[in-house]
């Protein structure tokens, strides 16, 4: 059975002070600091730094969602270059992260001497936009009453003029109203919105990164077992033949294909790409691996009391994953690192998709309770 460590510890502190064996992968969701008070920085009303760390990146405060976690440390090239320091040269690294800030994270990560793969996108449909109406707030601004309407919807289930939300049950009673601009300049302005998330949010980044090859590829890779994608494993059916040509004298790129000789297989497994889907949205996406959200049942399995982690990654999801990083059985132990544990999603992940020693870092103490317990009830064969 896999062995796993959880480490109530900051990663930069960790980083600098392990002197144990090296990881042949990492895989992470780490903060995505996406409302932090990064907004404060250079501001004569700015509080002072927090303890620790130097204060450089983290201050007093709240983020997302009021989680004093949701700080800017995944955006800082020192956190990754500790942290490389424990990886086998052509260690492979994925990292979960918001889409408005993937790149001040992807950018730390470069800057601190790893390659930048193409990214993996993980595309739900669950995502919901938090947009702002231009035409409601012109009536604000021209001083008028905008005007409440009945309009139809799922929540329809009685003649109310009154929309009520019942928050024990999730659902509606009433009918639904919504909002109409009564200004003449508010009607121009109908159908406009504004504000960061106006878009449906139904992307996530990964991050792909990998730690510089010291010898050849191979020559890392034989050496120490890490450095390459675990390709085959995660090839998944689409219950029909797939055929598949590969030039026969190495790859082709910028066009320099003509005429060059190729052989063709056929298999139902398709070759994974950087794209995951959440549903079954048919012709042309049948050809992506697909994983929805986690669900609340999932989330909380194996705890006494609910797992208030707002950014839980569903395992499915993170066994796909840690399944694709995972290097060749001969060479075990495998060693997979999860910088930013939570609560242990991608622990989780790692101990399904068979790697036999994980080592979570999880500096606040209460999601590493939660994060032991969890551990605890998918460890049970009977929940693989």
């Known amino acids: 059975m896999s062995k796993t460590h959880i480490i109530t510890m900051d990663v930069l502190e960790w980083a600098k002070n392990y002197q144990g ?41 709240r983020g997302f969602m009021g989680k004093a976690w ?9 956190v990754w ?21 993937y790149h001040r994270c992807a950018v730390a990560i470069e800057e601190a001497g790893f390659i930048i793969h193409p990214m993996i996108g993980w595309i739900q449909a669950q995502g919901l936009p938090k947009a702002t109406r231009v035409d409601i707030q012109v009536d604000k601004r021209e001083g008028v009453e905008s005007e409440r309407v009945p309009a139809a919807g799922r929540w329809s289930d009685s003649e109310s003029e009154t929309y009520h939300w019942n928050k024990g049950t999730g659902y509606g009673v009433g009918k639904y109203m919504k909002k109409v601009a009564t200004s003449d300049l508010g009607k121009e302005w109908e159908g406009y919105m504004y504000g960061l998330q106006s878009l449906k949010p139904c992307l996530e980044p990964i991050i792909m990164f990998q730690k510089p090859y010291e ?14 994608l675990n390709i085959e494993a995660t090839k998944f059916s689409v219950g029909r033949e797939i055929i598949t040509n590969r ?50 049942k999932e989330k909380n399995l194996g705890l ?72 605890e009830y998918w460890s049970n064969d009977a929940q693989a």
């Open 21 to 61: 064996p090296k990881f042949h992968a990492i895989l992470t969701d780490p903060p995505y600091n996406l409302d932090s008070i990064k907004k404060r920085f250079g501001k004569a009303s700015s509080k002072p730094a927090k303890e620790g760390r130097d204060g450089a990146f983290t201050r007093i405060g």
């Open 304 to 375: 006494d009391e609910p797992n208030m982690h707002p950014t839980v990654k569903p395992i499915q999801l993170n066994k796909y994953l840690a399944l694709l990083l995972l290097p060749p059985s001969i060479y075990a132990p495998r060693r997979l690192l999860v910088p930013f544990a939570g609560t242990a999603s991608e622990m989780i992940g790692g101990l399904q998709a068979g790697w036999d020693e994980i080592v979570g870092i999880e500096l606040e103490k209460e999601s590493a309770i939660v994060a032991r317990k969890r551990i």
């Open 70 to 78: 949701d700080t800017d440390v995944a955006f800082d090239p020192e």
């Open 247 to 296: 030039f026969t004298n190495g790859m082709k790129p910028f066009g320099n294909a003509v005429g060059e000789e190729y052989a063709s297989s056929v298999s139902d497994l398709l070759y994974p790409a950087n794209v995951i889907l959440y549903g079954d949205v048919g012709e042309p996406f049948e050809n992506f691996f697909y994983n929805a959200k986690v669900t609340k």
């Open 81 to 101: 270059y500790a942290i490389g320091e424990h990886l086998y040269p052509g260690a492979f690294g994925l990292a979960y992260m918001g889409s408005r800030t």
């Open 215 to 228: 010898n050849t590829p191979v020559d890392d890779m034989l050496d120490s077992g890490a450095g390459a």
